[in-house]
């Protein structure tokens, strides 16, 4: 993993909701601290668990050094908080004190901070680029807030972006008129466009938004900026993606739309975790076993058999490309740093060892035995 | 305040992700239509995750999957498009609305408004407003638990916010048809594990808090093994070979951290229901599975 480490500041984790990427987040932060790297873990909405092994709670945005560490670098964590974040970078970045007051009121902004408008998602990058310029540490390991799909984690700048452009403000506050032909076309249909919104809405919920593009002007151009400072760290050499995700069909071929979308986008893919792939206490009993347990067991060996299947297509298709690696279900809980260590260990030498084959490229065929992979 | 048609009932599946929400509103919805009542099956966003399970394609009207059993796909566009052409009426406005460049990215980004569409569709058969909506039952398959709370709270939110107006009196309708116990009643999925078990027992008291709504919970994948606790220790102690040592050890701490989430869930809510484990890698055969499983009651653990 040191080579994964070594060549990235910013790694990202990105996957759907429920395959473990905080305890996944704060695993390589473990590893990275291991190897020796200042390393900071951005997390959202941990566990309590959780929480508590890395010595944060909801109050500490500022990174937390973590306790009870014997590392040969140093981890520490912060958590993200979307609301406060969002408020204080409107109020940093004002050109007009008074307006950005005025902004935090309105209550169409109120709404836009909440967790539907995607602004979680806009915050942890607003907060990944001010902590990325601020070079306080060797590495930094960026948990996503839990999204239906993990693509509206990257669409959602963009998407606050294009509603605080110069363009889609002056149209709202009606700047837009001219004298020319054309300009009096797009004037008229911009009139019936407005008033289907008022019609649908009512005027009262045109006043807000009208008082809400009216006091935006003072944060727009911050916003234009920071948001090319995003692209520019998201797709940086130096920044890679993890693919976090579950073992059943769904959630692989969530995973694989994904992907193909990482790819497409330019973004720099360097790896893919399938958490929960298989049990290594799974392995054949002798034939002298009580039927019973061979019957229990037999069912559970199916049961992780049958997974395989998605599991090869998914790895033939992608490993030639990036490692694909497998973590066991652990059956004792992770808890404590103690136990994040143990996950943190499983995850490094499932890696290291994905990745020595993925460079040998060995083919696998899919077999019985497959059942326990090592 | 009584609504235009009082019996049809909405039913809300949420949970923390991956604790098989899909699988297990898709079995609710199955044994309701088999039952004789007119089931729909929603599910939210943009993609299909029943398409694959059913094989047919799902798309915003319904699809007939089988006698009183149909999936919709119901994403904020078009429940947005549906709701201005019933206010508006004329198509050629409506297109010109939807095909603005910066209404689209007004649309894309601003907050609750398509929540709002998609909630204003998902009550309006209770409200009979816009197209009609015949089902006996709405299974919604919907987000997980924060997502979910935050879509409940959006017509409140837009209610508070535009008193006057179509759009706040619709918010206030809709705000109301959730909160009322006779028309929506909630089902939180959870696992024998600790974090979607304290994850469902924190959205359970949100939803009576903010909502008055109380919840039943079901415990999904409980592993029910033919085997006690005492057989598998006993085969344990009379073996040396190291594969029946670990997958005993397996077995055991399996059911151990099983008995230790289920009775923290059960000091909470003794009146969860479980569903079994399913020991199948295939969507269809799950649901089915949960579909004729019995609801074990927490008593008999």
Known sequence: MQQLFKAHKVLICVGSGGVGKTTLSASLGICAAQLGLKTLVMTIDPSRRLKVALGVDSSTVKPVRVPGQKYSGELWACLLNAEEIFRDFIINSSTNPELAQQLLKNRLYQQLSTTLSGSQEFTSLLQLTKITQEQNYDLIILDTPPAQHAIDFLEAPEKIRALFQDRVVRWFVGEEEGSSFIQKIIARSTHIVLSALERITGSTFMKELNHFFATVRTVQAKISERTEIVQEILHAESTGFLLVTGFDEAKLREAEALFGYLDSNKYHLRGAFINRAFVPALRPLPAATEPKLVAEYAQWATFYQSREVFFQDFTEKWQARVPVVRLPELSQDTSGLDGLEVFAHEMGSAYTQQNGHNNVSTNHKPGAERVQPR | ?301
């Open chain 2, 1 to 301: 305040m009584g609504f235009a048609n009082e019996n049809q009932r909405i039913v809300f599946i949420t949970g923390k992700g991956g604790v098989g929400k899909s699988a297990i509103a898709a079995a609710i919805a199955q044994k309701y239509a088999l039952g004789g009542a007119k089931t729909l099956l929603v599910e939210l966003g943009e993609h299909s995750y029943f398409e694959h399970v059913y094989r047919r394609p799902i798309r915003y009207e319904p699809t007939e999957i089988k006698p009183n059993f149909y999936i919709s796909l119901w994403s904020g566009e078009p429940c947005l498009r549906e709701y201005v052409f019933h206010l508006i009426r004329v198509k050629k406005i409506v297109d010109l609305f939807f095909e603005n460049k910066i209404m689209r990215t007004f649309i894309r980004a601003a907050p609750a408004l398509k929540e709002l569409a998609v909630l204003g569709k998902i009550t309006s058969g209770i409200r009979k407003w816009g197209p009609p909506l015949d089902f006996d039952y709405i299974v919604i398959d919907a987000f997980s638990s924060g997502h979910f709370m935050a879509l409940l709270r959006a017509p409140k939110g837009m209610a508070d916010l535009i008193a006057a107006g179509p759009m706040g009196e619709q918010s206030r309708l809709i705000d109301e048809v959730l909160r009322r116990t006779n028309l929506c009643e909630f089902k939180i999925v959870t696992l024998p594990e600790e974090l979607p078990v304290s994850e469902a027992i924190e959205l359970h008291s949100e939803l009576v808090a903010e909502m008055g709504q109380s919840a039943e919970i079901i415990c999904n994948r409980v592993y029910q093994s033919a085997l006690s606790e005492g057989d598998v220790k006993g085969f344990q102690a009379n073996t040396n070979d190291r594969a029946t040592r670990d997958f005993t050890d397996f077995l055991l701490r399996t059911l151990e951290g099983q008995k230790t989430n289920l009775s923290e869930l059960k000091s909470a809510h003794p009146g969860f229901e479980t569903r079994p484990f399913i020991f199948s890698a295939q969507g269809l055969e799950v649901i089915n599975q949960l579909q004729l499983s019995k609801d074990h009651h927490a008593a008999t653990f």
